[in-house]
């Protein structure tokens, strides 16, 4: 296929998505990053980013997993989806062993959710 062809994002999307119902994890890891480099701006650079986070915590690597769990927090317009990536990457950081990224992860969603209700939702980030 062509480096240029139109449909090219979408083949590899869809090789990666093989590849994980495959479980050759480092292959579709591999395939998704380079998605992520080749075709910034894509419409699936979100899906690719949970696909990368799934692949990753399927292999074993935790640290990696958690780290682009926090790129889902940080990608997501969703509050649901982004307290429940915030927990999942704390989680990781732990069984990973990294105790400090566990803490700072946890610290991070008490600053942007302390408030039950979530319409008091306040993202530091968004303050600058």
Known sequence: MAPTSEIRPTAEYDAATALIMLKEWEQAARILNDFRNNFKGHPLQFE?????????????????????????????DDIEVRQ????????????????????????????????????QYRNPQQDC
């Open 48 to 76: 690719v980013t949970k696909k990368i986070a799934y692949v990753y915590r399927e292999d074993g690597k935790l640290s990696l997993a958690a780290t682009e769990f926090e790129r889902i927090e940080k990608e997501s």
């Open 84 to 119: 429940e990536a915030l927990v999942i990457a704390a989680e990781l950081y732990e069984q990973a062993g990294n105790v400090e990224q566990t803490l700072n992860v946890y610290r991070r969603y008490v600053s942007y959710f302390r408030s039950a209700d979530q319409h």
